[in-house]
């Protein structure tokens, strides 16, 4: 059987190709957020501007904005919404992020995500 694979890398830093401007930190959504699962979550290293190359963390524990009025528990999936930029438990039209690594209560406006 010929081979299939060459290791290349860790995968914790990707490149992607942006779709818009970012910031150092910015949260970078790839994949389809429309069919739940198909999409994921990066998090930009670099700044960039449209069609520029940036490198993105795949991987790791990120505070993140995240949507009041809802509390979650360690272990819980989390999803970012891109339109409302923060991390939610819904799960409709939104990308995976990953899942919660600490408790976050109902009135607290940030949570932490490991992503990946």
Not at 11 to 38: Q, R
Not at 99 to 105: G, Q, R
């Amino acid at each position: 059987m010929a081979k299939q694979a060459t290791f290349l890398n860790e995968g914790k830093v990707i490149d992607v190709v942006l779709t818009a401007a970012v910031v150092v930190g910015e949260v970078v959504p790839v994949g389809t957020a429309a069919t739940v699962g198909a999409g994921r979550v990066l998090v930009a290293q670099t700044a960039g501007a449209i069609g520029d190359i940036v490198a993105c963390a795949a991987t790791g524990v990120f505070q993140m904005t995240a949507e009041t009025g809802v509390a979650w528990v360690v272990g819980d999936p989390l999803y970012w919404d891109d339109t409302n930029n923060y991390l939610s438990k819904t799960s409709t039209a939104s990308y995976f992020a990953g899942f919660a690594t600490e408790v976050k209560a109902s009135a607290t406006a940030v949570g932490k995500v490991r992503i990946g």
